[in-house]
């Protein structure tokens, strides 16, 4: 019942999931810091429609 797939697929999964997280927080980081002027000179006005 416990074999090795089935508990590679769940740490496969985990992993996965961590990265999608850790990549929307450094997006978002990144497209803030960009707006306002802290990254990049200039504004992402595709991502953020309040420029």
Same mark, same amino acid.
């Given at each position: ?6 508990? +590679? *697929? $769940? %740490? ?9 997280? +850790? *990549? $929307? %927080? ?10 306002? *002027? $802290? ?13």
């Amino acid at each position: 019942m416990f074999n090795k797939k089935a508990q +590679l *697929g $769940i %740490i496969e999964f985990k992993f996965a999931i961590i990265g999608l997280i +850790l *990549g $929307i %927080i450094l997006t978002l980081a990144v497209v803030y810091m960009a707006n306002n *002027g $802290i990254l990049i000179p200039f504004k992402l006005g595709f991502v953020c429609s309040n420029v």
